[in-house]
């Protein structure tokens, strides 16, 4: 560790305004850049029902394959297999989630072919597997058969992997498509549904019925979830598999019990009546801010509950954003090189708990800043 090296790459950071740093968030201001897309987390009555009829323990104090695999964990990975009708495994994170399975089951041999626009994690594992890389054009399904027709015969291990929503844009892949592919080609495939779970339900795998087609079905459930964790969905060998060869999995204590119990309480009430009444909610939300901005001239090509507004550079997307919080608003800017150069955006995430006021006076205050601000 050279602490000069460390300290001249912190100040190139800060120079061309790619500098990160903590901010304290107390809940004052209205929240525009949560990943809590149906209000679970902030539901008092949901909190309240949870409290009274459960007193779990607060540390599992231990990993999985220790004494870590309360009942409160194996009753959730049970319940979520009666309703994927496939065989699940809780990971800690969806992070640890995405990274794990592709370094545990892919090597040098092996071909990973990738959404450009794919996770950091997906790219983790990637990078510490070992394996080819093969990158397709985003949601370009034309492009990603073009790379199968030129591999597929060179290679006997190919994993395909996307996501269902993405994170910047809100833009949605064409799954049914990518499973068709499967009928042509050779390959497994792994889909992250981190930005779909309890905006679509369980989800758009199951929706569609293609979970029985993916052969690593990932949902992370630290956003539209309400908490944190994530469920791997796979058949029993592959299970069996990360349980054995999985240092992410092995290596970690795992979830404190109270956690399994909320995401219990939650999947149980996914395809409620109370649950709709959040969906119906959400979208009412994402219709009024697209017809709002379109009506202040500001562009998104996003038609989800992530909504893109592009601003530029680094320095302008700062500015405004600490002119928004003085303001009252928290949103954060994604900055580049999270993004391409000077495609700085706001990533605008909606959920239930925000009136309608409430996102009618952002748009005159984000539309102010953005005529403004240079």
């Known amino acids: 560790m050279e602490k000069e090296k460390i300290r001249e790459e912190l100040l190139k950071l800060k120079s061309e305004n790619n500098f990160r740093s903590l901010k304290k968030f107390e809940g004052k201001e209205i929240n525009f850049s949560s990943n809590d897309y149906l209000g679970i987390a902030q539901d008092k009555k949901l909190l309240e029902e949870f409290y009274l009829n459960y007193k779990p323990k607060l540390s599992s104090s231990s990993s999985r394959l220790m004494t870590g695999s309360y009942k409160e964990v194996m009753e959730l990975e049970k319940r979520a297999e009666e309703i994927?009708?496939?065989?699940?495994?809780?990971?800690?994170?969806?992070?640890?989630?995405?990274?794990?399975?592709?370094e545990t089951f892919y090597g040098k041999?092996?071909?990973?072919?990738?959404?450009?626009?794919?996770?950091?994690s997906i790219y983790e594992g990637i990078i510490n597997s070992g394996a080819e890389i093969k990158r397709y054009k985003h949601l370009d399904m034309e492009n990603l058969e073009e790379i199968l027709k030129k591999y597929s015969d060179r290679y006997s291990d190919i994993l395909v992997v996307c996501e269902t929503i993405y994170s910047m844009d809100g833009d949605i892949t064409p799954i049914k498509e990518i499973t068709e592919l499967k009928k042509k080609y050779n390959f497994s495939l792994m889909v992250d549904e981190a930005h779909s779970y309890g905006v679509y339900g369980y989800g758009m795998a199951y929706n569609f019925n293609l979970v029985k087609d993916i052969d690593f079905l990932v949902i992370p459930l630290g956003k539209g979830g309400g908490s944190v964790g994530a469920f791997v969905f796979c058949e029993k060998i592959l299970k069996e598999y990360i349980i054995n060869k999985s240092r992410k999995f092995i290596f970690t204590t795992a979830l404190p019990p109270v956690n399994h119990l909320w995401n219990l309480f939650i999947l149980n009430k996914m395809e409620s009546e109370e649950f709709d009444v959040k969906r119906k909610e959400l979208f009412k939300r994402i219709d009024f801010t697209l017809k709002k901005l379109k009506e202040k001239g500001i562009k998104t090509n996003s038609a989800s509950h992530i909504i893109s507004v592009v601003t530029g550079d680094n320095r302008k997307i700062i500015k405004i954003e600490k002119n928004l919080r003085e303001k009252g608003y928290f949103i954060y800017g994604v900055k580049e090189p999270a993004v391409p150069k000077n495609t700085a955006r706001f990533r605008i995430s909606l959920n239930p708990e925000i009136s309608f006021k409430n996102i009618e006076n952002f748009i005159e205050e984000l539309k102010y800043e953005l005529d403004t601000v240079f």
Do not use: E, M, Q, W
Request: include cysteine.
């Open 109 to 120: 041999n092996s071909l990973i072919i990738t959404d450009r626009l794919n996770h950091a």
């Open 84 to 102: 994927y009708k496939k065989p699940c495994i809780v990971f800690n994170s969806g992070f640890d989630a995405n990274s794990s399975i592709i």
